[in-house]
């Protein structure tokens, strides 16, 4: 049984910076990746970043540059360090498993419950 959580959302202002987590719990299955996602008011869910366990990483180009996505094993957790927030980045943020497969990230349907970012003007 895959669990996901995410947490470290809330309000900030346009320049601001939070960091999200994401703690994962998976039983006997293995996780291989994980990726952020996120959906704003009559949007579709986007992938923001992933990153794999051999150190693979991919990031949406709107997010290039500002956000940054870590993992530490030791703790099942996956951060997403969002710096220079703008207000095209308010969304609610969700943490996903999936893999990763010639660069390309593919979604499980394991999903946490997702984080509330909002970023004022």
């Known amino acids: 049984q895959v669990q996901l959580v995410e947490s470290g959302g809330g309000l900030v202002q346009a320049g601001g910076s939070l960091r999200l987590s994401c703690a994962a719990s998976a039983g006997t299955f293995t996780i291989s990746a994980i990726g952020w996602y996120r959906q704003a008011p009559g949007k579709q869910r986007e992938l923001v970043a992933a990153?794999?366990?051999?150190?693979?990483?991919k990031y949406a180009d709107s997010v290039k540059g500002r956000f940054t996505i870590s993992g530490d094993n030791a703790k099942n957790t996956v951060y997403l360090q969002m710096n220079s927030l703008k207000p095209e980045d308010t969304a609610v943020y969700y943490c996903?498993?999936?893999?990763?497969?010639?660069?390309?990230?593919?979604?499980?349907?394991?999903w946490g419950q997702g984080t509330q970012v909002t970023v004022s003007s």
């Open positions: 990153t794999s366990n051999g150190g693979s990483t």
């Open positions: 996903n498993a999936g893999i990763f497969s010639d660069g390309i990230y593919y979604a499980y349907n394991y």
